[in-house]
């Protein structure tokens, strides 16, 4: 017999023994998928002519088997909604940031764009300074979400590796919806009439 996991997926195949029992009630039975309803009708009949005093109860070791990760499946999807709930946050403040920026820098704007500065620099002007905070915050991060990462994954016996391409695309995400974020505002400040915004001041 090939091995199987015989105490679920989260432990290594183990040694096991298997003891015959002329009056084991329990049989494990594999279906090859077609007429299931007949089969188990049929398998009822030759158990109760075999094993007339035990009722006869049945279950799919594969709903079984995934009976195990209904916890991990519960958590992933929380984790899932509290991220993306922690990203509108985290984009609502980033948005309030670079509109209060905006407004404390219109004439220097205005006057940069009388002495020929265009939409392409300004854009870069007002964003330069949310990315790099942004790549410094990455810089932190990556090196604490891989120590608790690779710390959780050590309870499963079979798991994932994080590789570098993960966390570089992970950086490159946040870089490009934080660039999404307040690159509407920063656009905005670019096209503004600057005898308009030098008159705010």
Not at 144 to 165: D, Q
């Amino acid at each position: 017999m090939a091995d199987y996991h015989q105490t679920g997926m989260y432990n290594e195949i183990e040694s096991l023994l298997l003891a015959y029992r002329e009056r084991n009630n329990i049989m494990y039975i594999r279906l090859d998928g077609k007429n299931v309803e007949k089969t188990i009708a049929f398998i009822e009949t030759k158990w109760k002519e075999v094993l007339p005093d035990q009722p006869f109860s049945y279950t799919f070791l594969k709903e079984s088997l995934n009976e195990q990760f209904e916890a991990d499946e519960k958590r992933g999807f929380i984790f899932t909604l509290f991220t993306i709930l922690a990203i509108l946050i985290a984009c609502l403040g980033l948005f309030g940031l670079a509109s209060y920026m905006v407004e404390q820098r219109t004439r220097e704007i205005g006057i940069r764009k009388v002495f020929g500065a265009n939409e392409g620099i300004i854009v870069r002007l007002i964003s330069k300074d949310f990315l790099i905070l942004i790549a410094i915050s990455i810089l932190i991060a990556v090196p604490l979400a891989y120590y608790i990462m690779s710390n959780w994954l050590e309870n499963y016996v079979y798991r994932t590796n994080i590789g570098l391409i993960l966390i570089i695309l992970a950086a490159l995400l946040t870089l490009v919806i934080t660039f999404l974020t307040i690159g509407y505002k920063a656009y905005q400040a670019s096209v503004m009439n600057p005898a308009n915004s030098i008159k705010t001041e």
